[in-house]
């Protein structure tokens, strides 16, 4: 009888458990409300002659961390976007304006800082598509065209104050952010030396 009560209560929880994992009616009918919103949305044309950001490029010279070795360390040539190393600084990527450096070796990355700048006071607006609301943190209003995010490599001087060097550019930006939504990380390089068989 005891193991008979066991099997009943056993059952018991699994429906509970079943039962606590299915959707309610109006969450049911919200996610529907939200698929066929979407379906329905169609996205404008993009028109001949529409705004856009502009986000040249400028060749700098970069030193690789693996073998960094002072100023005369051999430097590659990179391509750095302007607007990001103007917003990080140039100084501060230890970075100076490429001459006659060789390419970086194909299938290298550089050492890159990063960086989202947010609005101090988010603001909760629908999604085009399916009107789900969410949480804008990007500055400006949707569609004004404001860039807030930035990458840029950046040269390390020696591999000892790498820490040192990185929590630099993070001070030197930290005001730039936008508050405390904001985002600044460094991600490391990828670097490769390459040969053939002759």
């Known amino acids: 009888m005891t193991g008979f009560r066991e099997i009943i ?3 018991i929880q699994h429906n509970k458990t079943i039962m606590g994992r299915v959707k309610s009616l109006r969450q049911i009918q919200k996610e529907l409300a939200y698929a066929q919103a979407r379906e329905a949305y169609t996205p404008p044309a993009r ?13 700098v010279a970069y030193k690789p961390v693996q073998i960094a070795a002072g100023e005369t360390a051999k430097k590659y040539k990179v391509q750095a976007s302007q607007k990001s190393v103007q917003f990080f600084g140039q100084t ?8 006659s450096e060789d390419s970086l070796p194909r299938g290298a990355k550089p050492a890159q800082v990063h960086a989202t700048v947010a609005d101090g006071s988010p603001q909760v607006i629908r999604a085009l598509g399916s009107k789900r609301p969410y949480k804008r943190y990007a500055p400006g209003n949707r569609g004004s065209n404001v ?4 990458t840029a490599p950046m040269s390390i001087q020696s591999a000892s104050a790498l820490d040192t060097e990185i929590k630099a550019v993070f001070t030197a930006v930290k005001g730039k952010l936008g508050g405390a939504y904001g985002r600044v990380w460094f991600t490391p390089e990828y670097f490769v030396l390459t040969g053939s068989g002759e």
């Not at 028109?47 to 060749?59: C, F, H, L």
């Open 9 to 11: 209560y056993q059952s």
């Open 47 to 59: 028109e001949d002659g529409a705004p856009s950001r502009n986000n040249p490029k400028i060749a």
């Open 92 to 99: 501060e990527l230890n970075l100076v304006d490429a001459t």
């Open 147 to 150: 860039q807030y995010s930035y």
